[in-house]
């Protein structure tokens, strides 16, 4: 997870190539919580779930995740009738459903600030430029701590130069 103004990494999980990035969601969230105020969280099509629309929402932020183009029939949004397990479901979720309307009324708004979420590409980008797109460790301990280095650096990069370009002015803290 990324800032979109900084491209400062707020919240990483090193996983295996193939792993699913949905599940990490939450976690990706909360962590960006502790430290960071969010206002919006954009993230692709692939986290689309009721359960990551709310976690973002219990940080009193905007989900802005583009439904899909199968959403509506689905859940039983266009009138269509799904399977008992769907339309309980459905029942339970009145944020999806509320976030699906949204999405529908409002979707030139909707995609001007989900396409925020191209900074995250940019800071892929970033890092990869700086620190090379591959991992020189052999052994998978020292792939994640390579991957993580990496990280760091770029974060360092990235407070260095909003430093200058924001006018930011370290406040370090002072030995008692």
Avoid at 70 to 92: F, P, Q
Avoid at 164 to 173: M, Q, T
Wanted: one cysteine or more; glycine letters at 2%.
């Amino acid at each position: 997870m990324c800032g979109v103004q900084t491209n400062i990494v707020t919240a990483v999980e090193i996983t295996d190539r193939f792993a699913a990035d949905s599940p990490r969601f939450e976690s990706l969230v909360d962590a960006t919580a502790l430290n960071f105020v969010m206002s919006e969280v954009c993230a692709d099509k692939a986290y689309l779930s009721a359960a990551n629309l709310q976690v973002v929402v219990d940080h009193s932020a905007m989900p802005y995740i583009p439904f899909k183009s199968n959403s509506a029939s689905e859940w039983g949004l266009s009138g269509r009738r799904g399977s008992d397990k769907k339309a309980n479901w459905r029942r339970k979720s009145d944020l999806w459903r509320q976030m699906y309307h949204y999405y529908e009324f409002n979707q030139q708004w909707f995609m001007q600030r989900y396409h925020q979420r191209s900074n995250v590409e940019s800071t892929f980008s970033m890092i990869k430029a700086k620190f090379g797109d591959s991992l020189r460790s052999k052994t998978k301990t020292a792939q994640v701590n390579e991957a993580l280095c990496k990280i760091l650096c770029h974060n360092l990069c990235c407070l260095i130069q909003s430093m200058y370009e924001l006018e930011i002015k370290p406040d370090f803290w002072q030995e008692p």
